[in-house]
């Protein structure tokens, strides 16, 4: 007992003096970020998204306000992430919450802003069911898991062949990715997986499925894993003797430039759906890559990078168009009117890959704003890595809903 | 369908090309484990550091892949070295194995291995780094296709092991390494420097970790999060063949290869970290001391 | 029909025969002692009726009168027999008192749960094991330290711990192993004036593996000799004092019988 | 060190005052003392603060837990956080598949991780020392990856709405609220360890812990009071495992329990002193305001907890816990030096 007297006396002293400091400045409109600040990619695109409000802050605020934003890391892990985002909306007193970057973490947050009333923008998590929980205050800047199957199996199924085998990995996105291109598979053509091994999320010894692979002589391969994992397996299956003629597949994070930088020779060919490609040439794109490049020393920015850029840009509009008072006895009000003002972004078009618009009601369809997912190919592996776009497709809203 | 026997051996063959590399790991960890009565649960780190020291002899100075295996492990052997004498010296003196001390080992042991990772984190980043190196066309066995560095990693093993015979068997040093590992006591009144030979095997461990790290960056590339599994799988070796048993130390390497790459492609493929586990858990409790292992006695 | 009996007790470890074909019986009442030189197996005879060590396949050990050849130390220890070792064994960083309370664990009646719960019956048993103690502990003559860590007492304190805490099991037999080691000549003589105690308090049966003659040859009823883990004598001190098998064995034959004579009453 | 100690002197002579009357007294009188904590910490304007203390309540539970089985015991285990994960998947899976309430829930995971911890406890009948840490690491992980690859277990999306815990219309949905649960549970958990501790049990595991042989000949069953060891602390883990999980938002998933969580938690055991009750209360509270303080300093965060992980254990083994207690032995005993010299005098 006399400890933990002791011990939340102490916590109680420690809390006072940061819950003070926290809520000193009224006038600011302060947004928490929590990102997967683990890999050298998701560091530097979540360094980018304070960089961006920071340039903000530097040309004049938004309306006079400046913004503060609190970045924190949630390793990708759940318990983390909801930490932080509690820390954030009742520590920090934001009135945005932008995070996180893994599925699994954004799925037990999205219950965390919806009960506290805060808006939530996520940069990159393709969950479907982020968006089907029906919550009011949860946005999605990326393109939705199920709209990328569509997308994928459709390409894949006129261009490639049904025959396909699947390696899926055990981290969440991929595992989304992988189910929902067979299904999608199965819809559009009828077609059965040829192969199916689900791995570890970290896998590194692919051999003995590449060897099975080998002997079932199918079309193509879907390799759905994190970057790393799907680089090991690229470069095994050419090891194994896999010909170059049958097509790898790869899930969205083929698009981390780690892919090719690991992969090497053996990312050539390869082909995935992402929400922006390097190697669009539009003015926009080649100024987007070239910032990039000088600020991060990331040879082409994969989505995740054009993703957490046309998050700041959104906020900027919402922020903008929202009528803020900014004093502790509007945080509610502000919070809601944030909401509001990012619900009725229309049609922005940046870097996405198609128009990104939002609206009030609380289901899939009004909240997965960006519906157009790009199909881009690896013409070049290693660390110069070049890619090529195949074709962009955009999807009907309601694709892939039940 | 008829059995493919054709698969069956690939298997094989896949998991003992990557067994050796466990065998290599374990075989650090026995010869600590035999000279320090210690369980050393960082082994894994210092395996990863080794990758990286490797990495950086071979892609960043330019040094050729065989002579950067050496320069690694006489890096990480010196690491291994510095770390034993400044952290783990304390601990080891009050006595390891079943002792309070040994518990606090153990404790030290997984503090250190988050401070390794995070230095590496820190000096190389977390993203994984390619490792390539050019051998040449695979070799070919029927259908089965494979790499050349799987290969040279069994060449190199099988060379390490005869040095460390040879260095064990026929030289004074390694009689009096092992008269340590048999008993500090008695060696030490045998007018052996046992301070000293505790650090040179705790080096030579880090050095075989270091060589199995280097040897393995081409296939798996480096991470520093590689050490982790590294360690179970190692573990799992030393226990089967038999902690503080050198050829021991292999075979269970091997062992461990076959066992989950046959459990991956016959049962089920995601649930292959636990065929090691699960080896190493029936292992410990059917014959604690494996295969090659030595009953021990209980003083009373 | 003897309290405790071994036929046929053999141990090897590896290719080493600790004890072989060893018969040993110790009548209840007496005082029986286990003498011999330096790797014997004295301390192994200890281990291997106390539990500590399984026997051989063929051997047997009854324990007033249940057989107890392949028992765990503990149900061992129930039965009534207790031991000493020769490094002590303290439970060191628990407190005196503690210490001979595990040596009364096997008697205490209560349930986990009734402790957790606290009831009424727990705290009367509580109070009751502790006055108990308490009266042990007075007779060792460390009441005083109750509530002091094991680790802190001094080398004889420990002994007399030792023996209280083996004593707190209530044993039939209690097996000393070299209760004397190391002590002054006179503490030996406190010590063995506790044990005499404690014998006639309690009506023990007593084996006693010494090195210190003088303690077999004053105190015990019986002795019994071994060599490379073989008997080669018993009975009574001054028969096996006299036997020249034990002599020669125990001392080897460079010696004359002056100089044997000398040195088993140092 | 005397000065910053001396007020715990006070405390302890208040509460040593109260348990004269019965036992159980300081418990309720602290139990009430800590009912209002929300309210005050919710009079600093920070909510977080009241999650944080479920937070580390929740941990208190499980490394006190753990200082049962390890520091009781002596038995080196590192697959406390399995134990965990079962109870929080149990009973997750219960309040969803089955529609049980919470208050079925939480004591049938219970059960099932004490079950569980006689499998992870198995291994300490034949193994000790390094052994037993491999086993139990072993048997620790492969509960993570079996949920990590099981979908029915949660595999890579978790289990996601596990509803909060409800008495009637009164649901423990917010911080507030579920704190009174956490805090209650942790006290009759701290409870539960001292009346083990002063127990026969309690001296058996001791005694297993300072040395196996001489307390089987002393009649306890060695491997029974281990097992029971590992049981007790599983049905810690367990209970902290089921708070954990229904805790809103309700949302489990496996890499909540890896490897580093483990760490963790040995940091806090290590950190309060290894085999004082009180040191994984000290520990839990002191690493995670460590913790939470140096949020964002994570690049450096593992390499401070690990280094302070490895200097506690070679310069102050005994970790706060002893270092206290070494305190207040000390005092007692010179104030009984004092006494008897009056008395001589």
New interface residues.
Partial sequence: ????????T???A???V???A??ALAGEIRIGVTMR?????G?KYGQMVVDEFDMINKAGGINGHTLDV????D?????KG???A??L???EKIHLLVGSTC??VS???V??TA?TKVPQIIPHST?E?ITQKGSAWVFRVPVSGRYYAGVNAKYVGENIGKKIAYLCA???A???DCEAMQAQMKSQFGAEAAYV?????????F???M??I??AGVDGIMIAALA?TM??ALVQSY???IPASVNRIGSSSASNS?VP????DAAKGVFFTAAYAAADDRPIARLFNEMVRQRYGIHAPDHDFSQAYDLVRIVEIALGNADLKLDSANLAADRTAIRDAIANVKGYQGLASGPISFCAEATPQCRDGNRTAVLIAYTKGGKDYVTEVLARVTMPVDFGLK | MDFDFTSLFAFILFGLTIGVVYGIVALGISLIYSGLDIVHFAHGEIYMFGAFFGLVFSEHMGVPYPLAILSAMVCTGLLGIVIERVFYRRLTRAGGGYTVAGMGMIICGFGMSVVLQNIAYLSWGADAEPFPVDLGEPFQFGDISLPKSYGLTAVIALLLMAVLHFFLKKTKIGLAVRAVAANKDIAFLMGINVPLMISLIFGLACALAAAAGVLIGPMQSVQVEMGYLMLMKAFAAAVVGGFGSLPGAIVGGLLVGIFENLGAAYISPNHKDIYAFLLLILVLMVRPSGLFGVEVRVKA | MALLETRRLSKSFGGLRAIHDLDIDVEAGTIHGLIGPNGSGKSTFFNLVSGVYPPDPGSSITFAGTDVTKSPPHAIAKLGMARTFQLLRLFSEMTVLQNVMVGYHTHVPYSLLGTLVNSPRTRRIDARITEEMSELLEIIGLAEYADMPAAELSGGQRRLLALGRAMATRPKLLMLDEPAAGLSPVNVDNLLSIVMALKDRYGLTLLIVEHILKVVMDTCDRVTVLDHGEKIGEGSPTEVKDDPAVVEAYLGQEMDDEEVRQAMQA | MNLLLAPFRGLVDFFQALARIHRIVPWLVAYVFLLPLPEILSATGNDYYIYLTNRILIFILLSVGLNIVKGFCGQVTVGHIGLYAIGAVTSSLLAINYGWPFWAAMPAAVVVTGLAGIIIGLPSVRLEGAYLALATLGLGESVRIMIAVTPALGSSTGIMLIPPPQVGSFVFDDFQKYYYLVMTAAMIGIYLSFSILRSATGRAFMAIREDVIAASVHGINVPANKLLAFVISALYAGAAGALFAHMPPGFIHHNNFTIIEMVTLLLMVVMGGIGHIWGGVIGAIIVYIIYDNTLEFYHIQPLTFGLIMVLLVVFMPQGIGGVIDRYLVTKRFVKLREEKSDGAA
Avoid: W, Y
Wanted: aromatic share 2%; net charge neutral; proline share 2%.
């Fill in positions: 007992m006399t400890t933990t007297t002791k011990g939340i102490a916590l109680l420690a809390g006072l940061t819950g003070l926290a809520t600040m683990v890999s050298e990619n560091q609190t970045l924190l890391n390793e990708c892990k759940s318990d909801v930490a932080n509690n820390k909306i009742f520590q599925s699994s799925l037990p947050i219950d965390v009960k969950n069911k055990a981290d969440a991929s595992q989304n091994a689900q791995v570890q999320e970290k896998e590194v010894d051999r003995t499925h060897q099975k080998k002997s790393e680089a090991r090891e194994a003797g780690p930088a690991i992969a090497g």
